[in-house]
């Protein structure tokens, strides 16, 4: 079972930056894809940014431009740089890892964006 532990959530206003980091409980050498989710209010949870171990990225075409996923595999680590943050980009963002045939979620770390 791997936990994954998020962190750098928080508020910030429209056009600022946060840094997401998730760290897992183990190695991630292993885990093939990880990535981020995110849920808004009354919204399903959807794909924000997937990274293969690889190192190809994918991203949802909403938060292209402005979102970069990357990996550490030594820190055992997937962070989520967000700039220009825009209010529709307010939710509880989530770690996700896939082990194939598993898949592993954090908690959850809210981001708000407004003024």
């Known amino acids: 079972q791997v936990q994954l532990v998020e962190s750098g959530g928080g508020l910030v206003q429209p056009g600022g930056s946060l840094r997401l980091s998730c760290t897992a409980s183990?190695?991630?050498?292993?885990?093939?894809?990880m990535g981020w989710h995110r849920q808004a209010p009354g919204k399903e949870r959807e794909l924000v940014a997937q990274i293969i171990r690889a190192g190809s990225t994918i991203y949802a075409d909403s938060v292209k431009g402005r979102f970069t996923i990357s990996r550490d595999n030594a820190k055992n680590s997937v962070y989520l740089q967000m700039n220009n943050l825009k209010p529709e980009d307010t939710a509880v963002y989530y770690c996700?890892?896939?082990?194939?045939?598993?898949?592993?979620w954090g908690q959850g770390t809210q981001v708000t964006v407004s003024s």
């Open positions: 996700w890892a896939t082990r194939i045939p598993y898949n592993y």
């Open positions: 183990e190695s991630i050498v292993s885990i093939n894809t």
